[in-house]
């Protein structure tokens, strides 16, 4: 698993080999041979260039929208995404276009747009709670999704995707089937996962199962923590998936593939840590407190 | 990590305090405010010292570099040292960046985001070069920049597109982020950006130095005449996804030029490199060259990379090689047609461009209406690529009649019409005709 490369095949095994067929024709790479034809070719300005071809990134924000989330939780998530889509807009500088996802789940899992909508033009709807907590129908959806034909269906390079998962409660349906299966899908193995735990009802185990390590789970148990740590998380992992991987060995010996795998994701486990354990506690009333 | 407050007072090490008044901008290292510092607003970086792995000696070596100076004045240089917190955060200040720069960020872009006061909305802005000299100008502008601080006996150490503003219109360069400047052998943590780390800094076998700075001066330049990654070809995009073990291969133990003339496996491909395919049928073969060998050769043997001076003479060359033509087409004179010899003719209106001719080289210069020659192209002992030396101009009270207008300081012996040599003073000119021979002094021009 550690030398696993995603290549065509294996991003699409969920689909079948036709998708790799299709990105073989989308292949005609330039041959060299001809250039005499250039000097009557009119479209030669040196200064009509377009954009630099980016490599793509999808954060996917999976939220959880079930009766539990109504009212001040609800509420404060919808104010510091709206507040946050502006603040990671250059995020992707010159390198990535980043196009964010919303999944919500409740009794039903809904996406707030059909498709992953670039970050310049993305607007926030907002959400409201009701329902139960279907989490293991959101990991299958979200699966579905994760694939060459569907979401990250970009023509040139993509980053791993951001997968940010926000929940405050148990899940309600199996949610380990889900999870099962959206553990076999390589976006989610290559990917960035981090996850919020909003006030005491929410597991931090069934997060960290999602995660893959208790490093990427974070927890908040009031309306100034939720935004706090909704604006830690997406701006870290944001940042991180965004950019190439940061070396920082500095052995002099030549880094093998086992010295860069999951690299990114530990990188995200500690600024994360590093990030929350220098937050100051407000004073806010906690969530499950007062009702 | 210790933010500052708005309204906060920061004392400097030297004396004085600053005011924070906003929030600029953050990014790894740290955040950067807007401050009033005597009765200036300046610029002042905060940093984080947990993202730092040597706080101590990074504070030491930017210090060194407040007293040395900037190498020229392109560097957006750090200026004064602020006293050291209980908790070991520091900063520095800066000047802000001037009026006129956008970012070479947003000018691969091709725009930049603006927020309308009004509705709050972000408003694509178009960033584009006002002409071709301008863009070859801040070619040149670079170069030169990187060669004065090697001189210095310095290293950038994180080379990247975040690293410059540029002024469009003129050409103009400032190199920001000059913080991790540090002597040449030595580093404070700094790695830097992959695409532009060079691959022996990507397999983790140098450090950045000198020559790693060289390395992504090339990614620099090729990204801003071709637009595209040099390394990134079909090989890298048969992978997909971008994993950091796929990474490494290709930026770092696999790296290929995708138009290594050896190696077919990694050529641009159509859809999504169409810049790169564009451009590189666009320029001349010994602008191609110093790339193919950059990222060939260069790839392996960091010393037989191309020194910021072979660059310069290089770029230099390419702006004499300008063609404006007055059907508006504006392209290299390679990309003109040449009837002869001596000239060269538009393929899109026929209009035909005589050219002139120098003895301390062979390519020769097309000569239009506007066009300019610099010191150091008549001056053999001159690295002056600023000041110019002639100007093609139409005769003021003879309509029609072109001539080459003395913009030098000094006087030129120049054969007119009458077969007999003439001194042209400074601010004189003189007709362009069929026998013309000029003598700069050293070097000769004709016709």
Redesign the interface.
């Known amino acids: 698993m550690t030398?696993e490369?995603?290549?065509?095949s294996v991003?699409n095994t969920d689909t079948d080999s036709s998708a790799a067929s299709e990105?073989d024709k989308?292949?005609?790479?330039?041959?060299?041979d001809d250039?005499n034809s250039?000097?009557?070719d009119?479209?030669?300005?040196?200064?009509s260039?377009?954009?630099?071809?980016k490599?793509s990134l999808v954060i996917f924000f999976l939220i959880d929208t079930s009766g539990s989330m109504k009212g001040k939780k609800m509420g404060e998530l919808n104010t510091v995404m709206e507040e946050l889509i502006?603040e990671i807009?250059?995020v992707g500088?010159?390198?990535t276009e980043v196009k964010v996802a919303v999944l919500t789940f409740s009794t039903d899992v809904k996406w707030m747009y059909q498709a992953p909508i670039p970050i310049?033009e993305f607007e926030w709807a907002r959400l409201r709670a009701s329902g139960v907590t279907s989490l293991g129908a959101a990991f299958k959806e979200l699966s579905l999704r994760m694939s060459?034909t569907s979401y990250l269906n970009s023509?040139?390079?993509?980053?791993?995707p951001v997968i940010f998962l926000m929940t405050d409660g148990y899940p309600s349906d199996d949610y380990k089937a889900g999870l099962k299966e959206l553990q076999s899908n390589?976006?989610y193995k290559?990917g960035l996962k981090a996850a919020l735990g909003i006030g005491q009802e929410a597991n931090d185990n069934v997060l960290a199962e999602f995660t893959g390590s208790a490093d990427t789970v974070v927890h908040a148990y009031s309306g100034g923590q939720l935004a706090q740590m909704i604006k830690i998380i997406a701006v870290t992992s944001s940042?991180i998936g965004s950019?190439?991987?940061?070396?920082?060995?500095?052995?002099?010996?030549?880094?093998s593939?086992q010295?860069?795998?999951?690299?990114?994701q530990k990188l995200l486990g500690q600024q994360i840590q590093?990030?929350v354990s220098?937050q100051t506690d407000g004073d806010d009333v906690p969530f499950d407190t007062g009702w | 990590m210790t933010e500052l407050e708005i309204g906060q007072e920061v004392e400097m090490k030297y004396g004085g305090t600053a005011k924070v008044l906003s929030v600029i901008g953050s990014g790894g290292q740290g955040t950067v405010y807007l401050v009033r510092f005597n009765g200036m607003k300046c610029a002042l970086k905060w940093y984080d010292i947990d993202k730092m792995k040597k706080p101590e000696q990074f504070r030491k070596n930017l210090e060194n570099n407040i007293s040395d100076g900037p190498p020229s004045d392109k560097f957006l240089w750090p200026k004064y040292l602020t006293k050291e917190n209980e908790d070991g955060t520091f900063g520095y200040i800066m000047d802000l960046k001037p009026a006129g720069f956008d970012s070479f960020v947003d000018i691969l872009n091709t725009y930049k985001l603006e927020i309308d006061p009004l509705t709050g909305h972000a408003v694509k802005r178009p960033v584009k070069f006002a002409s071709l000299t301008a863009m070859v100008t801040a070619v040149i502008n670079i170069v030169n920049a990187f060669r004065q601080l090697h001189r210095a006996g310095k290293s950038y150490q994180d080379l990247n597109d975040g690293g410059f503003f540029i002024n469009v219109n003129t050409g103009a360069i400032l190199v920001c982020d000059c913080d991790n400047i540090a002597p040449d052998g030595s580093n404070f943590g700094i790695g830097g950006k992959p695409g532009y780390m060079a691959p022996e800094v990507v397999r983790g076998i140098a450090q950045p130095n000198v020559q790693t700075d060289k390395y992504s001066l090339a990614v620099v330049l090729f990204k801003l005449l071709f637009r595209g990654d040099p390394m990134e070809g079909e090989k890298v995009v048969r992978d997909v996804c971008l994993t950091e073990s796929s990474e490494l291969k290709h930026y770092g133990q696999n790296a290929v030029f995708v138009y290594d003339p050896d190696d077919a496996s990694n050529r641009p491909v159509r859809g999504i490199h169409d810049n790169v395919i564009k451009f590189w049928r666009i320029y001349p073969d010994y602008i191609k060259d110093a790339f193919i060998r950059s990222f060939t050769i260069g790839i392996k043997e960091p010393t037989k990379r191309i020194i910021e001076n072979d660059w310069q003479k290089l770029f230099v060359r390419l702006r004499s090689e300008i063609i404006m033509c007055g059907c508006g087409r504006t392209n290299f004179s390679s990309m003109f047609i040449q009837p002869d010899e001596k000239t060269f003719k538009c393929p899109k209106c026929g209009m035909e461009f005589t050219s002139l001719g120098f003895s301390n080289r062979e390519n020769r210069m097309p000569l239009y209406l506007g066009c300019k020659f610099y010191k150091c192209e008549i001056s053999p002992d001159s690295d002056d690529f600023t000041s110019v030396a002639g100007e093609l101009v139409e005769n003021k009270l003879k309509k029609g009649i072109l001539g080459i207008k003395n913009c030098s300081d000094k006087s030129w012996q120049v054969k007119m019409p009458d077969g007999k040599m003439y001194d042209i003073a400074s601010g004189k000119g003189f007709p362009v005709w069929q026998g013309l021979e000029i003598d700069f002094g050293g070097v000769r021009a004709y016709i």
């Open positions: 030398n490369n995603i290549s065509d991003m990105i989308d292949i005609n790479s330039e041959s060299t250039n250039s000097l009557l009119f479209d030669d300005d040196p200064l260039a377009t954009a630099v071809s490599k502006p807009r250059r500088e010159a390198d310049e060459r023509p040139s390079l993509s980053f791993a390589s976006w290559f940042q950019k190439s991987m940061t070396l920082s060995d500095e052995t002099g010996r030549e880094l593939e010295d860069v795998f999951s690299a990114k590093e990030l220098s």
